[in-house]
Nanobody, 127 residues
Framework: QVQLVESGGGLVQAGDSLRLSCAAS????????MGWFRQAPGKEREFVAA????????AYADYVKGRFTISRDNAKNTVSLQMNSLKPEDTAAYYC????????????????????WGPGTRVTVSS
């Protein structure tokens, strides 16, 4: 069992930066692939980024590529999402998630392929 808790959300202006963190706990939590997803009001949850266990592999959604950076610190059992050049369309609840294996296909970006989820942290970007 893995427990995830996000932090760092808030209200910012367009163009600002924000850093989200996810604290993981539980047996073997640093052996999981970690992902970030987001869900805007009235929309489905969507993939943002993922990072493999040793951080050798990273994947990003096209709509955040070049602006967001995912990283992890296995010694501290944390995963971070650095978000730069924020846009109003980035407004959403952001969720940290964990899955067992890295996947080079669409499964990596699928909500249903992640086993554990945090409660989320809200990000609001004003124009």
């Amino acid at each position: 069992q893995v427990q995830l808790v996000e932090s760092g959300g808030g209200l910012v202006q367009a163009g600002d930066s924000l850093r989200l963190s996810c604290a993981a706990s539980g047996r073997g939590s640093n052996t999981y692939v970690m992902g970030w997803f987001r869900q805007a009001p009235g929309k489905e949850r969507e993939f943002v980024a993922a990072i493999s266990q040793a951080a050798f592999n990273k994947a990003y959604a096209d709509y955040v590529k070049g602006r967001f950076t995912i990283s992890r610190d296995n010694a501290k059992n944390t995963v971070s999402l650095q978000m730069n050049s924020l846009k109003p369309e980035d407004t959403a609840a952001y969720y940290c998630a964990a899955r067992r294996n890295w996947n080079t296909g669409q499964a990596l970006r699928a909500v249903n392929d992640y086993d554990y989820w945090g409660p989320g942290t809200r990000v609001t970007v004003s124009s």
